[in-house]
């Protein structure tokens, strides 16, 4: 059975010296945890939190984003060959953050995740519906259309994605998915990575719906749920802890 991946995305949070206090603490409360982690941090942070992390391998280096061009002149973006250099493990492409303020579409999405893959990252690809889709029943249809995207353009390598599932009404909003209602949805695409590639089994599937320190057991205990794509409990050490601690036991 594979660890469970725990990531932790800081989003536009963060200052050099709160990155100290924060990641000291998460590396110091993590040895011994049976799971697999990353922090997506800010690109200003790259360097400062490689350095951090250098020396031991559980907790791996994620970015928020990558251009969807290979280079040029794109003033502002982040290629994934920069990434490269700082030995990034992860990106987080398609976030609905992304999507909402920057109008990223699905292919767009789709070549963000090639460009990673390109680099040997792997991309954490986020998908999930809006209130409105799920009160109008349109979750699965959504969330399937916007996963097809990138398995079209990917489909050699899509073995080699993680995608995160994340309810765009449950992001920052105190709400959550109930377990039940995550590991529907977390089928569903279970289901759709099974037809694609005979290598489903290797593909992480994260919660990313204000997953935390209260609910993260519950959530990780469910059939088709690897993982977290933790928000707001990943900027506070003690509650990062507590859900790797929570996905070192269901792993």
């Avoid at 990353?38 to 200003?44: D, E, G, L, R, T």
């Avoid at 920057?102 to 998908?127: F, M, W, Y």
């Avoid at 993982?227 to 929570?246: E, N, P, S, V, Y």
Wanted: net charge negative; hydrophobic share 45%.
């Amino acid at each position: 059975m594979k660890k469970k991946l725990i990531a932790g995305n800081w989003k536009m949070n963060g200052s050099l010296s709160a990155n100290v206090s924060l990641l000291q603490a998460v590396l110091d409360g993590s040895q011994g945890m049976n799971c697999q982690a990353a922090v997506c941090v800010p690109a200003a942070y790259l360097a400062q939190v490689q350095s951090m992390l250098s020396g031991q391998s559980l907790i791996a280096l994620g970015s928020q984003d990558v251009s969807a061009q290979e280079v040029g002149a794109y003033t502002g973006e982040i290629s994934a060959g920069m990434l490269k250099d700082f030995a990034v493990r992860y990106v987080i492409v398609g976030h609905s953050e992304r999507r909402q303020h920057h109008a990223e579409s699905n292919a767009t999405v789709a070549d963000k995740a090639q460009r990673a893959l390109s680099a040997g990252i792997t991309p954490i690809v986020c998908v999930g519906e809006t209130l409105a889709d799920r009160e109008a029943g349109l979750t699965e249809e959504v969330v399937k259309r916007q996963l097809a995207a990138v398995i079209q353009v990917n489909g050699h390598c899509i073995s080699e994605i993680v995608v995160a599932y994340e309810p765009v009404w449950a992001i920052g909003t105190g709400r959550t998915a109930s377990p039940d209602q995550a590991q529907e949805v977390h089928a569903v695409l279970r289901s759709q990575l099974k037809a694609a590639t005979s290598h489903s089994d290797r593909i992480s599937i994260l919660y990313g719906g204000s997953m935390n320190a209260a609910n993260a057991a519950q959530l990780l205990a469910q059939t088709d749920i690897d993982g977290g794509l933790i928000g707001g409990a990943a900027l506070k050490a003690a509650d990062f802890l507590a859900i790797m601690a929570a996905g070192s036991t269901t792993a």
